[in-house]
């Protein structure tokens, strides 16, 4: 899967050969006429010129026709004119890299071997399951621009941190210029799957209010995915002077919260409060979650440093706020990938992490004719259940997704080759594994199938932040993506980025309760989007309590969350 380098074309194919052959053609044939006449005349050599001349271009169209009609591969020369060959490469190169950068939702603006997985991943996956607006493609490029302009390193960037040391310090009459450049601070936590849903998030959050998005970059988030923004970072600089943000809570003075619920926001922050904190964690208060109604008029605009801290994916309640839901209409036409497109843009795995992902799917996955993901996460503790391996197995029997087996080989199958189906597994435990691996392998399917059954790891525990862990479980959810279909367990978040990373509507396995498997054990969700669990229950225009999952048609409550709230397409 090894890109040529280079762009160019050719020698023997610089540009689409003319049509002068044709036109001599015919030239030579309306010359042919009157030198005929003059042949009367005297002088025959003329029209014997012309004639021959006609001969050679007629003998020449037919390699022409091969040069226009084999100009994306190889010209038919001798083995040893290798220039042609080697710039036809170059150009099926340049075509493969145009269909690599995502109808223009990336850049070729980057060194192919500082991350592979840029240019490498297209091939892997089918075509795209969602293609990017030109409004989407347009204010990317537009908060790429802001991120060079205003990031680490810049002088903007460091006039900004100027200021918040000072107002730090309390000293007065510092104001801003009226081009400050503003920023947005992320810090996301709990497991790397809550951890990709919150960088998505601020990002589409960063590009609605124009703010340079950074993100603390924590224990092993750099180790993870390469830098989506060229020539810059979205990398917190380690020097920056706020310290221990993972520790800032609701409770701190410059908190969202405490300066709404004191009727305070706008005077505090017109009396230059070095900074505002937003506290989205999934069971923040009433207080925190009217973030999501401000509508970037009220006093939010006026603070340079946004400080936010969140665990989920809160994009479905900005497709709430009145302020944002044209702008949100442009970008995204269809609500139902959100997610998918910004996974995209934004979730580069570093080389080491590309290396993993690579080698297990050309290992276990590439050959088969079809592939299975099926992701388990069990919320009662990390011993294996029983009624969680039986809702799998009729999970996928009750929506076709496996083939039944039989206790005897049937007679008279045909020898030869037959569909191939492998299936992955992902999950703490290899119990779950196992059991479904010894079934396939110990009983023949009635369909004639032939099933595998892999699992890339089984750490037993979850060790949130620990470098190695995080990548072998990046590396596993970019794996679920790669497949055809995909089962995921309810709550997961995990599963969500499996499955919207791929662009696949997943089959969610509802949660279980009292050790029971539920009936019914699963169900096709309604898009593809993952699910905010701690949503607001606020009707930003109306200014009072209300259903959200019912305010609009494109965001609805999840099937594996009653109270949660996600995207989908309104024909839903």
Same mark, same amino acid.
């Given at each position: ?10 020698? =023997?194919?610089?540009?689409?050969? /003319? #049509? ?73 190169? #340049? ?74 310090? @309390? ?86 919260? @405490? ?10 922050? %017109? ?81 080491? /992490? ?53 206790? #005897? ?9 037959? %569909? ?36 890339? /790891?089984?750490?037993?525990? #979850? ?50 309760? @009292? ?11 309604? %898009? ?20 959200? =999952? ?11 969350? /009653? ?10």
């Amino acid at each position: 899967m090894a890109l040529d380098g280079g762009a160019g074309i050719g020698n =023997g194919i610089s540009k689409r050969p /003319s #049509q002068q052959c044709s036109v001599a053609v015919d030239k030579a044939a309306h010359r042919a006429d009157e030198e005929t006449e003059e042949e009367d005349e005297g002088k025959p050599w003329v029209a014997r010129k012309w004639i021959t001349s006609l001969a050679v271009c007629l003998a020449a169209l037919p390699l022409l026709m091969i040069m226009v009609s084999r100009r994306d591969g190889p010209l038919p020369f001798p083995s040893g004119w290798t220039t042609a060959t080697t710039t036809a490469k170059s150009y099926e190169h #340049q075509e493969s890299n145009q269909d690599g950068l995502l109808g223009g939702l990336l850049l070729p603006e980057f060194d192919e071997q500082s991350c592979i997985s840029r240019y490498q991943s297209a091939p892997y996956r089918k075509n795209m399951t969602r293609s990017p607006s030109a409004h989407l493609v347009k204010r990317l490029r537009g908060q790429e621009a802001l991120q060079r302009r205003c990031g680490p390193g810049t002088e903007a960037y460091r006039r900004a941190v100027e200021r918040l040391n000072t107002l730090r310090k @309390n000293v007065t009459g510092t104001t801003a210029d009226d081009d400050t450049c503003k920023y947005l601070v992320l810090v996301p936590y709990r497991g790397l799957g809550n951890r990709i849903l919150a960088m998505a998030s601020a990002f589409l959050y960063a590009m609605l209010t124009d703010r340079v998005l950074l993100i603390d970059r924590g224990t092993s988030i750099p180790d993870l995915f390469c830098e989506p923004f060229p020539g810059t970072s979205w990398f917190l600089a380690p020097d920056f002077p706020l310290r221990e943000l993972e520790n800032l809570t609701g409770e701190v003075p410059e908190s969202y919260r @405490n300066l709404v619920r004191d009727g305070r926001a706008a005077s505090a922050v %017109s009396s230059e409060l070095p900074y505002v904190f937003v506290d989205l964690d999934h069971a923040c208060t009433y207080h925190d979650k009217l973030f999501y109604c401000d509508d970037h008029r009220e006093f939010l605009h006026r603070a340079p440093w946004l400080l936010m801290r969140t665990d989920g994916y809160f994009v479905p309640a900005l497709f709430l706020n009145p302020a944002y839901q044209e702008e949100l209409g442009m970008l995204f036409p269809r609500k139902d990938a959100v997610f998918y497109l910004l996974a995209r843009y934004l979730f580069h795995p570093t080389n080491e /992490s590309w290396g993993l992902i690579t080698r297990f799917y050309d290992s276990y996955l590439k050959n088969s004719d079809e592939r299975l993901g099926i992701q388990v996460r069990v919320f009662d503790g990390d011993t294996p259940f029983k009624h969680v391996l039986d809702q799998i197995l009729a999970c996928t029997s009750q929506e076709r997704l496996l083939p039944e087996v039989v206790a #005897q080989e049937p007679p008279g199958r045909p020898a030869g080759a037959r %569909s191939t189906k492998a299936v992955l597994m992902t999950g703490l435990s290899s119990w779950y594994f196992e059991n479904v691996r010894g079934r396939y392998w110990q009983s023949a399917t009635a369909s004639g199938e032939v099933v595998s059954v892999h699992q890339p /790891s089984h750490e037993e525990h #979850q060790l949130t932040g620990e470098a190695t862990h995080d990548m072998k479980a990046l590396a596993e959810m970019y794996l679920l993506s790669l497949t055809d279909a995909i089962v995921t367990s309810g709550w997961s978040t995990f599963g969500y980025v499996g499955h919207g990373l791929g662009g696949l509507t997943p089959w969610i396995m509802f949660r279980p309760e @009292n050790l029971t498997t539920p009936d019914p054990p699963c169900r096709r969700a309604a %898009s593809m989007e993952p699910c905010l669990h701690g949503p607001p229950f606020y009707d930003c225009r109306a200014r009072r309590g209300a259903d959200t =999952g019912k305010l609009v048609p494109h965001v609805q409550h999840c099937e594996d969350m /009653s109270w949660g709230l996600k995207l989908v397409h309104p024909e839903y």
